[in-house]
């Protein structure tokens, strides 16, 4: 298809003289047309066709020959096998939907080991693939697309029909316009790479209408504008362009799949109006991010690479990390580093390399988030981790706090610990309705809130941790700091539990709905709920045994344990305080490549991340020692 877009991805393996990586391309295409059209070949292990049988035969060697001549990854021996087994089905008269299967199979397979451009830029327009295609191919297919046009007479094979039903019904967007862009090898069909990209995607967009009506896209229009489910499954263009009519039918239904297919192929800028900030506007932003760099506008430069992850990224990430998180960790990390390059002043093609790479990115990314069914075991896997991960941190400090408490013989000031962190959930809970229906929360606002208040609460957690381990030190004294914790804990100390508490679960709680919400959006919803509620199963059989073993032990070995609890908490909250800082722009990034991120810890591979955890221990280091030899004022054991 578009040899542009196949050159920009693999120049460099191109000079290698290696086999072109639009061979990669038309393998695809290739496999698109063995998955849809094999049916008409073979029909219970019998050759029905032919001319048409010869001809998936003659396809399947190219591909699995195309698939052989591409650059070495680390997915092409896989791919190859399969290329083999698929040659080898249709040699041996497999089933059709057997095929078809097999063939969708690696075409997807192949566009994840080597990318390509899925969707345009931009919303098409339409108007202008009518004037293209009245120009340029109604003499074959027919003004209606019927395959029926003054030049089709004679043609062998005889020109598609673009309105045979049956036939649209397996034909993506992504597949037609691969045809625009290649032709098709035996036929009279003609490529037209020589038109750009633009307006391929607009031919490609108004052929694939063809076979549905004015009424279909009618009724579709008033189902999209009714159903928020339907549009959280065509979350950017990409998924409209890979959606088969076939496989959403399986999804929604026959006549429902048919309407939303119809006004979306009529209507390609709804789904890019759903999605606000979408990828497509990433990609927008980092062109001109690169543009505004080689002009040498470094700081604009820097702003537009910001605004790439603020809002074209940020707003699908939990989308994106409920369906694969380490995708969207490559990505975070990669648009970091993008910014510290510039930053630095990098040449002018590191910088382009780097957003090369973050394209290829982003399209693994519309691959990931295009529309698919959830099923039960994911969505409940998701959910479990999810909410895990975002609630471990929260839980272990309120415990602590409770158990502290209880320590402390204070069971009256227990509310205020309950109160902050039922108020976070119900807060947490308004914000994403507000953030949902009323109000726009932008990227940078999330990143600034979840920044602040990590470093807040390590701020808290680092004095606590520090004076808990001086009490540690009580053991001979317990009564003596049982009654100055009983004079300590005023009114004021109460609020300050509370304030505690709500502030390290509100920072969890927001991003958990968020994830939640964008599982919940892609079906297996018994799952999601199972994996929630286990998870907080789990979450509660911890809290309980923590408080179990609290009451077990000597106070100065809680105190001690507690101490070491709010010190690492408070050194993992530094990190991701930071972390979330340098994304919102706030700070700068100098990346540090020999450190891993390692997110379960605060570890971030950036010189500041670093830095502030290092002081952040030599601040605890220094307190723990103060508190170790300094003596109490109180009675002595002697």
């Not at 299967?101 to 098409?124: H, N, R």
């Not at 932008?442 to 004095?463: K, M």
Request: with cysteine.
């Amino acid at each position: 298809m578009a040899f542009l877009a196949l050159a920009l991805t693999w120049a460099g393996q191109a000079q290698a003289q290696v086999p072109t990586a639009s061979d990669a391309q038309v393998a695809w295409r290739l496999l698109d047309y063995v998955s849809v059209d094999y049916a008409g070949a073979v029909a219970d292990g019998t050759v029905i066709n032919p001319a048409e049988y010869g001809e998936m035969t003659e396809f399947a060697g190219q591909i699995r020959a195309r698939i052989d001549g591409l650059p070495q990854t680390g997915a092409k021996a896989g791919l190859v096998r399969s290329a083999t087994a698929l040659e080898g089905r249709i040699r041996s008269r497999a089933a059709p939907d057997v095929v078809g299967a097999e063939a969708k199979a690696l075409a997807g397979a192949l566009l994840a080991a080597y990318p390509s451009p899925l969707a345009p830029s931009i919303p098409p327009d339409l108007s202008r693939g009518a004037t293209l295609y009245n120009a340029q191919c109604a003499a074959c297919h027919g003004a209606a697309g019927r395959g029926d046009g003054e030049a089709a007479e004679g043609l062998d094979p005889a020109p598609i029909a673009f309105a045979d039903v049956e036939r649209a019904r397996q034909r993506s967007v992504f597949g037609l316009y691969q045809v625009v862009g290649q032709g098709l090898d035996g036929t009279a069909m003609a490529s037209f790479a020589d038109l750009p990209v633009e307006d391929r995607w607009a031919l490609a967009f108004y052929v694939g209408g063809f076979a549905f009506t004015d009424a279909e896209a009618d009724r579709g229009e008033r189902l999209w504008k009714s159903d928020a489910s339907i549009q959280a499954a065509f979350p950017n263009l990409a998924s409209v362009t890979q959606t088969t009519p076939a496989d959403l039918a399986a999804r929604i239904g026959e006549t429902r799949a048919r309407a939303i297919t119809a006004y979306l192929r009529r209507n390609p800028e709804a789904a890019a109006e759903t999605s606000g900030g979408t990828l497509a506007a990433a990609r927008t932003r980092l062109t001109e991010s690169l543009a505004a760099y080689r002009r040498g506008d470094r700081k604009q430069a820097t702003d537009l690479a910001l605004s790439a992850y603020l809002d074209g990224f940020e707003p699908v990430e939990p989308a994106l990390g409920a369906r694969d998180g380490a995708l969207l960790r490559r990505i975070e990390t990669a648009m970091t580093e993008l910014r510290a390059a510039i930053g630095r002043g990098a040449s002018d093609d590191d910088v382009a390399s780097r957003i090369k790479r973050l394209n290829a990115l982003l399209d693994t990314a519309d691959r990931a988030l295009a529309p698919q069914e959830a099923d039960n075991l994911g969505s409940f896997l998701g959910a479990l981790t999810i909410l895990l991960r975002e609630g471990l941190e929260a839980l272990l400090i309120v415990v602590a706090m409770i158990a502290f408490l209880r320590k402390a013989e204070r069971p009256e000031m227990l509310r205020y610990v309950h109160g902050g962190w039922i108020a976070a959930l119900v807060a947490g809970g308004a914000t994403w309705a507000a953030a949902t229906f009323f109000i726009s929360i932008s990227g940078a606002s999330r990143e600034l809130t979840e920044g602040f208040g990590s470093l807040l609460a390590a701020v808290v957690l680092v004095s606590v941790g520090i004076w808990m381990h001086g009490k540690s030190r009580a053991d001979a004294w317990q009564i003596y700091i049982r009654d100055k914790l009983t004079k300590a804990l005023s009114g004021r100390s109460a609020w300050f539990l509370f304030l505690l508490a709500f502030l390290v679960v509100y920072r969890e709680v927001f991003e958990t709905i968020l994830f939640y919400a964008a599982i919940w959006s892609q079906g297996g919803r018994v799952g999601m709920l199972g994996g929630a509620l286990v998870a907080i199963a789990i979450l509660a059989a911890i809290a309980w045994a923590l408080l179990s073993y609290s009451k077990r032990l000597p106070i100065s070995r809680f105190f001690s344990l507690s101490s070491i609890l709010m010190a690492g908490l408070s050194i993992v909250l530094v990190g991701k305080g930071v972390a979330a800082l340098q994304e919102a722009g706030w700070l700068d990034v100098h990346p540090l490549a020999w450190i891993p991120r390692l997110e379960i810890l605060g570890v971030y591979p950036t010189v500041e991340g670093v830095v502030v955890q290092l002081v952040t221990v030599g601040i605890l280091a220094i307190g723990f020692a103060r508190t170790s030899v300094s003596e109490p004022d109180g009675p002595s054991t002697e």
